[in-house]
């Protein structure tokens, strides 16, 4: 089984519907992360369908160009029918590559909801590491 990256387009934005979520503890419901998306993220990030194969298990928002010299990843999302199976690690890995291609910064940052402790020990088992809590909101930690 193969995972992959796919922007999306506006008429692929629906499929991100499918992507069943029980918790909206750390990111929030769908709705939430496409309305930042539009409102906040859309000048210089793209909205990106995680796939299995053919089928979307997932969702990020990534940066496309370097914002004070680091790209980051924020809104990570994988279906609950596909959590703690690795893809997330597997992901996360497929994004630091994809950022080192770009050449442009060395430096990846996420932010990441201080009591997620599940996704705080997998951005380590990538080799990210706590740097501060984030300015905007002392409840999330800012990983490089």
């Known amino acids: ?10 008429k692929e934005i629906n499929e991100i519907y499918k992507i069943k979520r029980t918790s909206e503890q750390y990111v929030g419901l ?13 000048d210089y990030s793209d909205l990106v369908g995680i796939y299995l194969n053919e089928k979307i ?8 160009k370097p914002l004070n010299g680091k790209y980051s ?22 994004i630091i590559d994809y950022f080192k291609k770009m050449n442009e910064s060395k430096i990846i940052k996420i932010e990441v909801f201080s009591e997620n402790s599940i996704a705080i020990k997998c951005y ?3 080799g990210f590491r706590v740097t501060k809590k984030c300015d905007w909101n002392n409840s999330f930690l800012e990983m490089e």
Do not use: A, P, S, W
């Open 57 to 64: 298990i997932g969702l990020v928002i990534l940066t496309n």
């Open 30 to 42: 769908i709705e939430d992360v496409l309305e930042d998306y539009n409102n906040i993220y859309k």
């Open 73 to 94: 990843f924020t809104d990570f999302i994988i279906d609950e029918d596909y959590q703690h199976k690795g893809y997330g690690k597997q992901v996360t890995n497929i």
């Open 1 to 10: 089984m193969r995972i992959h990256l796919i922007k999306l387009q506006d």
């Open 124 to 126: 380590e088992k990538c």
